[in-house]
């Protein structure tokens, strides 16, 4: 398998060159020539994560031996790097719905689940390219692909890692987890902007010929952590697929059975590897799209109208607020039959007149994949409220962006089909919100007295890896301008 760019898909090059430099040089983003067909994977239910993700990842990186991935997946996932025996568990909330839980790696969000092991595969690539230059990871976060990518790169061997996230788009909780990470070749910055500001310059700089032309000179080369890079996105398929095993496992569905995925979306990387699962053979009958109020998305479904000109809120569930979802340009490749000529004329238009339009045979494409809705603040919030008052169940706020479309597309369209609604954080990351949900007060005060007194408040357990970080000191205190990045990237070399 080869893979190719989505503005050239004349390009071909092997799996690790495409992790290796994360973004092509034209500006598209790697896909592979063909998706592969998971054949006998009924033959996995009962096994574990690790077996599950070594039968996935070796259709997408043949250049990896068997031993080697075996390696990668044993060293992100196994010796009790997840606090969960399985993983990535799925509940049962009732026989309409399942939830699976992405939140129990070193970071408590669902980044864990990709940015384990793609350190482990760059450095196996950067062996395989024999190449002589350091890698600069640079990273744009709404929240927690920052701290997943510093702890994932941590000390790696001839890697740096600057992480930029916009200053006052976070929750108290994730900026504290990125301020004071640990490791020596580890930088982190916030920026005077949102989270698309931060993503657009990081783009920017990945496609500088100076930038380029500086690393070079330093004896580093670019790549990336965020889901631009496949290396990031092809583990997340592997959850996917798991989940299957695990809903025909615990009898919630027969083998072969179809059900739903509702997925929380910002960057459009966690429901595309849903796609690209279904793509496979799993049979996922209706992607769910789930937006907060940056509903950019949900209109774009519904008129196949992609426009970043609307005003950007901040809201309770922080990680999805996003205008320009990156992995759609995977999406709308895929779905054109790979015509790299009209993906780069919409991505011209969106970079020049701040929106595009899909024509009718990918709409009616979309529509018949996808079902999609937004949830409000106010709406996120009653949502975590009656989740726990009806089965217990506590959710951050994306989780519960998720559960209550889910609730609004049930009651729509009257589709029972079992639906796996997709965790993607710990609530103990967003405790100031989460209590307010449950009790209608303002959560004010120090973080970690808010999580205390949601622990006593719902009597659930603090995970150890946050409340560990009340003793670590702050390391990161630079803010600055989105202009400025640019030179933050230079201080980083030296």
Request: glycine share 8%.
């Amino acid at each position: 398998m080869l893979y190719q760019s989505t503005r050239n898909n004349k390009l071909r090059i092997r799996s690790y060159e495409a992790i290796l430099k994360g973004i092509s040089d034209d500006g598209g983003l790697f896909v592979p020539t063909e998706t592969p067909l998971l054949e006998n994977v009924d033959n996995l239910i009962g096994s574990s994560y690790c077996d599950c993700a070594k039968f996935v990842l070796s259709k997408f990186l043949p250049d990896f031996s068997a031993k080697e991935l075996s390696a990668c997946i044993r060293g992100a996932y196994g010796d009790l790097k997840f606090e969960s025996e399985s993983v990535a568990p799925v509940r049962l909330l009732d026989r309409q719905q399942s939830v699976l839980e992405l939140w129990h790696g070193p970071t408590c969000a669902f980044k864990d689940m990709a940015l384990q092991i793609l350190p482990r595969l760059l450095v196996k690539c950067m062996e395989k390219s024999q190449c002589d230059q350091k890698i600069l990871i640079l990273v744009a976060t709404s929240g927690d692909t920052g701290k997943a990518a510093l702890e994932g790169f941590k000390d790696v061997k001839n890697t740096k890692i600057l992480v930029f996230y916009p200053s006052d788009g976070v929750s108290k909780m994730q900026k504290l987890q990125m301020i004071t990470q640990e490791g020596s070749n580890v930088r982190v910055c916030g920026i005077d902007g949102n989270f698309d500001d931060a993503q657009s310059g990081v783009k920017r700089i990945f496609n500088s010929p100076d930038m380029k032309k500086a690393l070079d000179d330093s004896g580093y080369s670019f790549s990336s952590a965020n889901s631009i890079n496949w290396g990031r996105l092809v583990p997340q398929i592997v959850y996917y697929v798991y989940s299957y095993l695990q809903l025909v496992d615990n009898g919630t569905i027969r083998p072969g059975g179809g059900f739903n995925v509702c997925v929380p979306t910002g960057n459009f990387g966690n429901i595309l590897a849903a796609y690209y699962a279904k793509k496979m053979g799993i049979p996922i009958k209706k992607l769910i799209c789930a937006s907060n109020r940056n509903d950019v998305l949900t209109e774009f479904l519904n008129t196949g109208v992609y426009n970043k000109r609307r005003e950007f809120y901040n809201t309770i569930s922080p990680s999805m607020d996003i205008l320009v979802s990156s992995n759609l340009e995977r999406l709308i490749f895929d779905l054109s039959g790979y015509d790299d000529e009209y993906v780069q004329s919409l991505y011209k238009s969106l970079s020049n007149r701040g929106y595009f339009e899909v024509h009718g045979s990918i709409l009616d494409r979309l529509r018949s994949l996808f079902a999609c809705g937004s949830s409000t603040d106010d709406e996120t919030r009653q949502t975590i409220r009656n989740t726990f008052v009806e089965f217990g169940y506590l959710m951050d706020p994306h989780t519960s962006v998720a559960e209550n479309v889910y609730r609004k597309y049930r009651n729509d369209t009257g589709d029972i089909t079992h639906t796996l609604i997709v965790s993607t954080a710990s609530p103990y990351k967003f405790p100031a919100s989460v209590l307010s949900a449950l009790d209608g007060g303002i959560g004010s005060g120090d973080e970690f007295e808010l999580i205390r007194e949601l622990s006593a408040e719902t009597d659930t357990d603090i995970p150890a890896r946050l409340w560990s970080l009340r003793n670590k000191p702050v390391r990161f205190e630079r803010v600055v301008k989105k202009t400025d990045m640019d030179a933050e990237v230079l201080a980083c070399l030296r």
